[in-house]
């Protein structure tokens, strides 16, 4: 398997330095601004403030070990404005990239936290405090090689189990040695308290354009050249900015899986790759022994998983006729889909192994009866069956709407419900057709759903 | 006029209060409180198909009366939005997406739902000489965890707006909107009631249908009048006269014979007719792979199988079920089963 296609698209071209990056419009207090230049700024000046600090720090620290307790003069810090910026814009336009796209370009290392994962105080002190706050021994390591917290996704931070991490986060503010920059998309009111601390940078969507040329650059790089640009604009539409979302539905469709509308699109896309695939699954029900032979098969192919285990689900029938076979095929193919679900959703990569294995030596080695002559067995293209997901065709949508102006109950009644029944009605009768699609002045593209 | 109306579940809706079949205890109380020209948020609870959005929605019309269409708002709790609601979701509040991929971040629509949905029309004042406007929520047990959204909302906005919120599980409802409610519990039609529906259908229609057969339609459709007046009219076709033997012979056609079909097809150990079946099934009603299972449950247990075997049949489909929570592909997760139950025929 190609391992370049191992990642998703989104993470593989995760924009290592600014200059790969299309950069969002952005303004601070109302006024536009050049994001990276403002991020490098914030950058620099917090590292002349915190060097500054730390050597009035020390002379500070000498003077308390000289004098009894009371007397102490208390540590200095950077101010909250200049220790910590807030990002906040819509998801996919950039902001977790830019920032270590920036880290990247100054050598700089990131240490992340994201909000939703440490939800308690406990948990953020932990991770960030003790790595950021010590001082001394902390100090030293500075030099070596600069450090920058990002907290992504702080608006998920707020929730019922964590009303402790905003002093968390504000105490953080107070004490880091690193310049911090958060992430958020949403405004969160119960966050204002840290708001009105730090600096915000407002972020706006990304433009079409802009979109575009990152979009063309991984077609370019994915050597991928038949894209129909009709398709590519409806994507870019559908997603309204959103860099992110534009990246997975052009994965999606153009490694299969998201919905049977765009399922002629893929197969166009693929056409050169189909007999390649064909080939494939024939070696691995037909040749495959053992795992290993499994293993070596698929390997060597240059077909992206995402794909192949749909190949297998679809053609797993043609070769595994026995009941107790397709049983245990089907539990290995199950699990594998389940463990890639998680890992999908989880980023956990680790797992990868598994999946490989479940759906393809875990299915074709199901597969104990191996007939003489296995004959030719004609290879299906898979079919993409909807992803779980509520959403009509075109010809269903203008349907519902025309049965909506008449009778107004659900969408999803009427699918389910209404539809099945007017097709039972007009089915065996031309006057009924004639009536229903009359009175509901269907035309002739919403008529075909009844007679389907 | 309305003898043009080919689909008599449309052509008998009851265009007020005084005309839905039964219910007359209900009902009552329902006119009695458009009397007294105020009522609390209200929450409908009943089963599938006893009447609850029709009897809301008329309910509001009378209570509005000639200022009903402004002051008036359906809305689904589980349907996604569309993209011209979600953009505008996002230009009024960016919908979090902590998961990878575009659709992952807009299937958690609620926010963005009470957003778009709920607020800018219960934030208005009502218009015209009513009290207040009125919401109808359906599906409310969809919202989840986010109900707990609402319950401000029905403070803070209950001046400008009472809520009706419908649901066919009491269950999924939060104590606190419980208490913020009152509540009406509302059953399928008595039989009687029923009966008397299917008549004044029958007469006009010019069909004819004996006592006992509307007893088994009433019992197969547990009282649901929609499906009840649609297998009627279905029956209607083949002759003036309706039997039992019509009725069953078009009920055995309906999408949950298609589903017992599924299953009956699996235990004769068909894999490849199955999934062909399950396909249709899926894309035809847009089913989602949890729906299939819950459905294929239910038929399970109509079906004359042993207690081994329902046990069994159980556990396969629990356990499919579990795993498509986290997998990607329903058709797999769904093959699964298939493959699973026909290999369990074997063995019976
Ligand atoms: N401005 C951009 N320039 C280039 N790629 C981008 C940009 N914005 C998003 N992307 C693509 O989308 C992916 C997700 O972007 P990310 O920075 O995580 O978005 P956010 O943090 O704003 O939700 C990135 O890995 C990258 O592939
Ligand atoms: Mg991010």
């Known amino acids: 398997m190609k391992d370049t296609l191992e990642r998703p698209w989104v993470e593989k071209y995760r924009p290592q330095s600014i200059k790969e990056m299309a950069i969002p419009q952005a303004k601070v207090s109302g006024h536009r601004v050049a994001l990276d230049e403002e991020l490098r700024t914030f950058i620099k000046t917090f590292l002349t403030e915190i060097q500054n600090i730390n050597e009035k720090n020390k002379k500070i620290r000498i003077y308390n070990r000289t004098v009894e307790d009371k007397k102490q003069k208390k540590e200095l810090s950077v101010p909250p404005e200049k220790s910590a910026v807030l990002l906040e814009g819509p998801p996919g336009v950039g902001k977790t990239s830019i920032v270590y796209a920036l880290a990247n370009d100054l050598n700089m290392e990131v240490i992340e936290t994201n909000a939703s994962d440490t939800r308690t105080r406990d948990a953020l002190e932990s991770k960030l405090k003790e790595t950021v706050k010590s001082r001394g021994i902390m100090d030293f390591i500075v030099q070596s090689k600069a450090k920058l917290i990002l907290i992504d996704e702080i608006d998920g931070i707020y929730g019922v189990t964590d009303r402790g991490a905003v002093p968390a986060v504000l105490d953080l503010i107070e004490n880091t040695q690193f310049p911090i920059i958060m992430c958020s998309n949403d405004y969160k009111r119960n966050l204002q308290t840290l708001y009105n601390k730090i600096r915000k940078i407002e972020i706006s969507a990304l433009s079409k354009d802009e979109i575009l040329k990152v979009v063309k650059r991984i077609l370019k790089k994915e050597k991928i050249d038949n894209f129909n640009p009709k398709d590519l604009n409806y994507i870019i539409e559908k997603n309204e900015g959103d860099l992110r979302g534009t990246i997975n539905d052009l994965q999606g469709i153009y490694q299969g899986g998201l919905d049977t509308d765009t399922s002629e699109l893929i197969y166009q896309l693929n056409r050169d790759n189909n007999e390649e695939i064909f080939s494939l699954i024939r070696e691995l029900f037909q040749d495959a022994r053992t795992l290993q032979q499994a293993r070596n098969i698929t390997d060597k192919s240059d077909v992206d998983y995402n794909f192949l285990y749909k190949w297998i689900n679809e053609n797993l029938p043609t070769f595994i006729k026995k009941t107790n076979e397709l049983k245990t095929a089907y539990e290995n193919l199950s699990l594998a889909d389940e463990v890639f679900g998680r890992i999908r959703k989880n980023q956990y990569w680790s797992l990868l192994p598994y999946f490989y294995d479940l759906f393809s030596g875990g299915v074709v080695l199901a597969r104990k009866y191996h007939p003489e002559n296995e004959g030719f067995r004609r290879i299906n293209f898979p079919r993409f069956t909807s992803t779980g997901f509520f959403s009509l065709t075109v010809a269903e949508h203008s349907f519902v709407e025309k049965i909506q102006e008449k009778y107004n109950v659900s969408e999803i009644e009427i699918i389910q419900n209404l539809l099945p029944f007017l097709r039972k009605l007009t089915s065996d009768s031309r006057k009924y057709l004639k009536l229903v699609s009359d009175w509901f002045d269907l035309d002739a593209k919403e008529k075909k759903l009844l007679t389907k | ?348």
């Not at chain 2, 088994?216 to 039992?244: F, H, P, R």
């Not at chain 2, 499919?320 to 329903?330: E, K, P, Q, S």
């Open chain 2, 1 to 348: 006029m309305s003898d043009n109306i080919p689909v008599w579940r449309i052509k008998y809706l009851p265009h007020s209060l005084n005309e839905v079949c039964g219910r007359t205890e209900l009902i009552q109380r329902l006119s009695d409180i458009i009397k007294e020209r105020n009522f609390p948020h209200l929450l409908f609870i009943g089963p599938e198909g006893s009447g609850k959005t029709t009897i809301a929605t008329l309910f509001s019309e009378e209570f509005l009366g000639k200022y009903f269409k402004s002051n008036f708002q359906k809305v689904y709790a589980d349907m996604p939005l569309n993209s011209e609601e979600l953009k505008q979701a996002r230009s009024d509040a960016y919908i979090s997406t902590s998961k990878i991929g575009s659709l992952a971040g807009k299937k958690v629509t609620t926010p963005a739902f009470i957003q778009v949905k709920i607020k800018p029309f219960i934030e208005l004042k009502a218009l015209g000489d009513v009290p207040f406007k009125i919401l109808i929520v359906k599906n409310f047990e969809a919202l989840d965890s986010n109900q707990q959204a609402f319950r401000r909302l029905m403070e803070i906005y209950g001046k400008n707006c009472r809520m009706i919120l419908i649901t066919t599980k009491a269950s999924a409802i939060i104590d606190p909107i419980i208490s913020r409610c009152q509540i009406f519990l509302i059953s399928p039609p008595k039989f009687e009631d029923f009966k008397g529906e299917i008549t004044k259908i029958v007469d006009q229609e010019d069909v004819e249908i004996e006592e006992n057969n509307i007893k088994l339609l009433y019992k197969i459709t547990n009282g649901k009048i929609a499906e009840a007046i649609d297998l009627l009219q279905l029956s209607s076709m083949s002759g003036k006269k309706i039997d039992n033997t019509v009725l069953y012979q078009n009920l055995m056609n309906s999408q949950t014979n298609l589903v017992r079909n599924l299953l009956l097809i699996c235990l004769k150990g068909d894999f490849l007719k199955a999934r062909e079946l399950s396909r249709k099934i899926q894309s035809n009603y847009k089913y989602s792979s949890q729906e299939v299972f819950k459905l294929m449950l239910k038929e399970m247990l109509k079906l004359p199988l042993s207690r081994y075997a329902r046990e069994k049949i159980i556990n396969l489909i629990a356990d499919a079920d579990f795993r498509a929570v986290d997998g990607l592909d329903t058709d797999i997760q769904i093959s699964n089963l298939l493959a699973k139950l026909c290999d369990f025929a074997e063995i019976l």
